[in-house]
């Protein structure tokens, strides 16, 4: 009972300041549209996207649901592919050599802007370029990572394996996947993000214009810009889960491992 | 049956490289069954080299080792030997019990006798109450001690030890000595033991192995006369002090015939 109310004090602690702080931003924000009398296509008052937003739920819902199950579907294939292959890096050290290198230059390049090569190849409603552009962007992010994982392991650990006469397979099983398993972690915290806004972005290059990233693009373009702001609303939500869903991997990460 | 024969080694790295390092050359060295043997020498003389040809961790360039009466590389496969290393080198996802019980499981134990081993590893360090720990939950000189118990629990009947209480404080490092020697007498494990602290040499060892740089090659061994029974007063008797100058003079006259500087005794 006094544990659970510490540590409720202590989460009131950290989450306190931040929700002042919001309150008070949305109402400075909402006072000077007022006070400046500033035009919505300037900026649009928080209050008249909050009613946007309840206004259009549905319509939000729906696409927030769509650009959700494209960032989904792409973080899930992405993952599986990046772990294969980075067992298949491990294992071929020349390969690694090669493609290390080159996965994390990509990893800082804007390779999302493909899926404008990949809409070519695919039928005008189709969301699997989309969801292959995630699951590219989710590949890299996982296989650097976890190759890195895999081969960077105590020479102390690989030493004391050798000395009991262990099996490179008996090694892969009991020191570089249990070493490689943090990295995979934290692969996903880094790749959950990002997978949510490639799924946006993708989106404005050209396509079915159903998720939220096309449908903040056609408001704002029809100067309905409280809807444009209701539907950023929704895309922030929708990265909010995601950024949850990297923030709980990381708790059983640190659980797993009992630190 | 010597427990480790060492018959005209050379190890050389990057061979015929431009970068070529001779790291051994021309090292003879047997050690008894049941003998305590220390290899001491400046930094890059070999002793880690020597400490992994015997292990078969290495391939020596020219010559021969043999442990047990084996080649090596028998040896290694019938893991007649245990291990430990500066760094304790503990698996962080694994408990202490698990820790210990890994060269088992690799042996094909069964889940029961593992667990029986690693509690009788357990008490043998003095340790029985960690068992369920992880490793980062101990301090230094507890995860050098589960080290010990897990480089132990296959009971080899040899264990090679590189500089395992090099990164301890004093106060450790003399409790862990007195340990160590206690583990060994109870066992009667032979150790090959690698360090670069004079007296820790001298306090453990039956005979210490005096080596020099560049090439790395043996130049003294020193016998150490204090018997079995070791305690702290050990630290304070005669033979203690001559061992140490024993051993102090087989580095410095290489010191000194290194730098060219004859017979001067700073
Ligand atoms: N893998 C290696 N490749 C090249 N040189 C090495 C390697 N391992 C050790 N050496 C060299 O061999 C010499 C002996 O090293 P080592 O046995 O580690 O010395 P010590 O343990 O006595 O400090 C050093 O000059 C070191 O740089
Ligand atoms: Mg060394």
Redesign the pocket.
Known sequence: MNKFGGSLGTWLGKVLPAVVFGALFLGFWEWAVKFFELKPYFLTAPSAIWEQFVKNFPLIRGAATVSGTNALVGLVAGTVLGVAMSFVLSRFKFLNQIITPLAVALNAVPIFVLVAVLNNMYSITSEVPRRIMVALVVYFIVLVNVARGLTQVSSTHVELMRSYAASDVAILRKVRIPNAIPFLFVSLKIAAPAAVITAFVSEYFGGSQNGLGSRISSNIANSKNAAGWAYVLGACLLGLLFYSFSVVMEGLNRKGRAR | MSAVNIRNVSKA??EGKPNQ?D?LRDVNLEVQQGEFVSLI?P???????LLRLIANLLEPSSGEVSVNGKSAVQARLDQDYGMAFQQAGLFDWRTVRKNIELPLELKGWEKPDRRARADEMLQLVQLPEFGDHYPWQLSGGMQQRIAIARALAAHPPLLLMDEPFGALDEMTREYMQGELLRICAATGTTVVF?THSIPEAVYLSNRVVVMSPRP?RITKVVDVALGADRTEDTRNRTPFFEAITAVREGLRGMHAAHVGMGNDDR
Do not use: E, R
Request: aromatic fraction near 8%; charge should be positive.
């Open positions: 790295f990057n390092v790291a020498g930094s890059g003389c070999g002793k880690s080299t690698v790395g």
